[in-house]
């Protein structure tokens, strides 16, 4: 009987262990979708295709400074610009109207704009705010008809590419 007992126990002490290696796993799953931004001169490149709106995972600051985002967005069309990491085998529209890309810097926490510029196709941009270290923030793109444009089309897609420096 005293084995069967032993037994028992150690089932339940594997059990428990196995259930606590578990939760540290499922912590830093999570915690790895958290991107960490310091001091940078532009060196980190971000491509996406964007199909009317995106807004980036969190982005903690590590750094105290003024952020600056640099983007530029052009039209999908097929053959036009090659975005590997998000596009989609579908062929793209050869045409799409012109539109204008709003950029914006939100406080994770809250959801509040900190900043926002936006700008035409083929316009390279900068986008700046002072930022905190230990700040959250979150980068929200919004692809939309330009004004004046008499066909607005159901959805706009664009490629954009971005950096960050922190000075």
């Known amino acids: 009987m005293s084995k069967k007992i032993i037994s028992q126990t150690t089932r339940v002490l594997t059990c428990l262990l196995l259930l606590v290696a578990l939760s540290f796993v499922s912590i830093t799953a999570h915690a790895a979708g958290t991107e960490n931004w310091g001091a ?14 995106n807004l980036t995972p969190v982005k903690t ?15 999908c069309r097929e053959g036009h610009l090659s975005c590997p990491k998000n596009c989609t085998a579908e062929k793209e529209k ?34 700046s705010y002072k930022v905190k270290a230990g700040m ?10 330009k004004a004046g444009e008499r066909k607005p089309g159901p959805t706009r897609v664009a490629h954009i590419q971005y950096q960050y420096r922190i000075k």
């Open 136 to 145: 959250k923030i979150q980068i929200f793109f919004d692809v939309s008809t």
């Open 94 to 127: 050869r045409y799409f109207s012109p539109f204008t890309v709003t950029v914006q810097i939100r406080n994770a926490k809250t959801g509040r704009t900190l900043a926002r510029c936006a700008t035409d196709e083929y316009v390279q941009h900068t986008i």
């Open 61 to 75: 600051i590590t750094k105290t400074g003024l952020l600056s985002i640099k983007y530029y967005a052009v039209p």
């Open 40 to 53: 940078s001169n532009y060196d980190i490149l971000e491509k996406f295709r964007v199909k009317d709106t």
